[in-house]
């Protein structure tokens, strides 16, 4: 079983296993395995019957297609040729077949195409070119759906008690907070839910095609299988293609395979047997799906659907339509996978069934006290309801959904569109980082970043992207380059990339090859662009891929008859056509072979360090050429990428990269970034498809980097992280991102170089495309359940004050403390500006360094009951201090008693709501009047409050009278100690964790020495 390797050896044969006779045993035997970078897991080889059967299911599998191909020729011999079925051709079957079987299968023809009859049978056995998208449900069933969240089931239940119990008013604004609540989610949800609906956009409108011997356009939907389809510069492949000719034809498949140049097709086949058979490890209909090593990204002569031609022409015939070709395996895994709920909606749910239960146990307690004392059983049952439904936080929905708005709202201000209210939060808690490489960490603009001729003289390139105004060329001593006279060697490699080259720009994109589009924004940095238009085109031997390189012959306007020919393309292949090199840019020299390795160890040290390397010669033929040098070209990290990856890192989020690129570019990219060290695990797709769902699942928190990775790898990989617990985020830009990106716990798109389908697919949406934007989501999102935390700690510790002492005063037959306008005025309080401010409270700057949450701990936690009960038991304690107080001078309740009670809760309130609005700092940190809302809730109540003690009506109403100003500040200071509790509660545990991580960097500074003494090598 392939293992994860050293980075370094990146041999695409030593990842794929061959399977080979044994004639002894009969049995087949391993070659060929590679073993893992971590010692310490040591994984056996393929179990024996797992081997064996592989062997015959690839057997098995050649067998059946030959039956398959028989069985077809007989039914077409019995049915006839006019009312046969034409079935879609597996890409694979495709290329390995000639032009002529192809069209011969499909029963084709190459020249006339289809006759309109035949398109129109065969489009009644097909279908549309199309994706069907599953019915949902009616709008009201989704509104109705909104109401199985366990926490609203509680407060409906509540509110149709109050109803029974003719507490109206209580029924009235539980309901209330439920209908803002349920419309809130589901108007989200239904703009949220267009996902597959919007993969019919890649799909073009209209196709070129020949029918009945004529060039037409139609709807791109009404093709089938054997259709003639003509392929031109900019359309977007209508359907999977089997290429038949092809004239410099290059599509870009970026979006699908990650790749980011463009592809060279051409029409001839790509023998079965230059990939080698593997088992991908997914299971269809009872059967394990043997597939090829080479992958898709391998398939030169097939056009796939919904990529784009980005220059040259072609033409080819259509061998898969709509759900029968590889964009529509992307379709069917999306629909297969359902988006799992966030960690703050699992939150609530568990919330709300904490909540029942704490209620129903209330119930049960005062039941069971008013038994043992011999009172009835139906008014005992009356009060414990009456209690747990005023227990129950009907704010603490209306509050979440507030706060997640805002976040949203501070989300679309740092250049992130969020489609879903609780995927704000769910960032906050994320694990895992799965990133995309092309478009993600990187700009997906190829860059020429250095310069080195045949004669040493070496040039750095600065700026990035197809905007000739950023960046320059300068020489290693800090010289501009500008213009061929001064520095003739670096102009002449500069020259020959600009001249032997059809890309185009136009408005900073480019039109063609990303790698000619950078050779020609270098000659625009140095002024030598304006070299071409002397230059005419006589002839030009496109690149293959068999060649690896691409070279014009031209002629100068100004010298007729003075041809010359320029060569680029990969540098062994241009060094094995030439016969000498260039010394100053025309002084020629005979090749030797230590200049020779010379060269090769420098472009092998570029390429090491993730450059693609070009290499340029020039001679008056092609059999007289002289090497002239070579430009270094990457697709440059985002500016700031790196940083943004380290401080999530440090906050204990790991962060891999899931490419489809190849191992030697994903790993420079990855160590440029900082997030691959030089001894990291990497694994390739074809290795994911071998290993087993336990397997995968024990190996993927040591691997950094997954290397030319599929739709199917990315998703295996998601679900893989999942299963052992982690919170992943994905993000990406590409067709191949889009089903990790909907099975991930939040989907991140990015919203310039993003596909429609992926920005569907995603929860969250980047708008500038910058990774450092997700770290800005991830401070929101702590944030948020910060917050959320902070007002249930608020809001349960005032309930169970005030519950309390009604349920002490009831139990005992003690006189009641508090009026039932009080309590009423209580329960405003709770649930009014005070509170729902909490909720706004700005973010801590330093909140990104705290670890991500754990999403299995449950909101009301053990901490948080402790925190809970401790400042309800000072508020119970001081406010019973007070009434018993102010009732010994006269034993008997007066309206100066439950003034003074009243106002000294509503005094502890305000302070116990002060102290909640940071868990982790003082008050002085994070400002006193840091939060503006908050400042204003708190005023405006405290007023209020004093309107209740002071202005006659509510006087009468509330049964109050005026206090003296000494009672008010005996009040205020007393209330105080729940303030100075809790400040002094956080000071001691903000000490201890600082000594905890002062002793851990001690720790890790002892460790260092030691092994520093040691000589141990710590990367």
Known sequence: MPKTRNDKNDQQSSSRRKIKSDPKEGKPKEEGVVTLNNKNNNFNSTPKNLEEKVHLLIERKQKTLHKKEKIASKKESKSGSGQQMIQALDVYTASSSSTEECVAKLRADPENGLSQAEATRRLGFSGYNEFEVKKSESLLGKYFEQFKNPLICLLLSSAIVSTVMKQFDDALSITVAVMIVVTVGFVQEYRSEKTLEKLNRLVPPTAHCIRDGKSVTFYAKELVPGDLVLLNTGDRVPADVRILESIQLQIDESSFTGENEARYKHSNLIPANSRTPHVNGIIVNGHCNIECDGGIEHLDNIAFMGTLVCSGRGKGVVIGTGANSKFGEVFQLMQSEESPKTPLQNSMDQLGKQLSFYSLGVIGLIFFIGLIQGRPAMDMFTIGVSLAVAAIPEGLPIVVAVTLAIGVMRMGNRNAVVKKLSAVETLGCVTVICSDKTGTLTKNMMTACVVIAADDCQAEVTGTGYDPSDGDCRLQNGELVSGSERHPSIACVI??????????????????????????????????????????????????????????????????????????????????????????????????????????????????????????????????????????????????????????????VSVKMVTGDGLETATSIGIRLGLHKQNDNCLSGPQIDDLKDSELEQLIQSVTIFYRASPRHKLRIVKALQNIGEVVAMTGDGVNDAVALKKSDIGVAMGESGTDVCKEAADMVLINDDFSTIKAAIEEGKGIYHNITNFVKFQLSTSVAALSL??????????????????????????????????????????????????????????????????????????????????????????????????????????????????????????????????????????????????????????????????????????????????????????????????????????????????????
């Open 495 to 652: 020259e020959i990339g600009c001249i032997c080259n059809n890309a185009q720009l136009a408005n900073g994109t480019v039109i063609g090859q990303p790698t000619e589009g950078a050779l020609m924004v270098l000659a625009m940095k140095t002024n030598i662009d304006n070299l071409c238009n002397n230059i005419r085109r006589l002839h030009e031997i496109p690149f293959t891929s068999d060649s690896k390189w691409m070279a014009v012959q031209v002629e100068q306007l100004n010298k007729p008859g003075e041809v010359e020919t320029l060569v680029k393309g990969a540098i062994d292949r241009i060094l094995d056509i030439c016969i000498g090199y260039l010394e100053n840019g025309n002084i020629k020299m005979l090749m030797t072979r230590e200049k020779y390795d010379q060269i090769i160890q420098t472009a092998s040290g570029l390429g090491q360090s993730g450059l693609r390397v070009i290499g340029m010669a020039r001679g008056s033929d092609m059999r007289s050429l002289y090497y002239a040098g070579l430009v270094g070209i990457l697709d440059p990290p985002r500016p700031g990428c790196r940083q943004s990856i380290e401080i999530v890192q440090s906050a204990g």
């Open 806 to 1019: 009604i349920a002490i005063s009831t139990i005992f037959h003690f006189e009641n403390p508090l009026n039932a306008m009080q309590i009423l005025w209580i329960n405003i309080i709770m649930d009014g500006p005070p509170a729902q401010s909490l909720g706004v409270e700005n973010v801590d700057a330093d909140i990104i360094k705290q670890p991500p949450r754990n999403v299995r701990e449950p909101l009301i936690n053990r901490s948080l009951i402790i925190s809970i009960i401790s400042s309800a038991a000072i508020i119970i304690s001081g406010t019973l201090f007070v009434f018993y107080k102010e009732m010994a001078a006269d034993n008997k309740i007066t309206p100066r008693d439950t003034t003074m009670t009243f106002t000294c809760f509503v005094l502890f309130d305000m302070w116990n709501a002060l102290s909640c609005r940071s868990s982790r700092k003082m008050i002085w940190e994070i400002g006193l009047f840091g939060n503006r809302m908050f400042c204003l809730a708190l005023v405006g109540s405290l007023l209020c409050q004093l309107a209740v003690i002071y202005f006659k009506p509510l006087q009468h109403i509330f049964q109050t009278e005026a206090l003296t100003i000494f009672d008010l500040l005996f009040l205020l200071l007393l209330s105080s100690t729940v303030f100075f509790f809790n400040e002094t509660k956080k000071f001691i545990q903000l000490q201890r964790q600082r000594r905890n991580l002062q002793r851990k960097h001690s720790t890790s500074d002892c460790n260092c020495l030691g092994e520093a003494c040691l000589g141990t090598q710590t990367i």
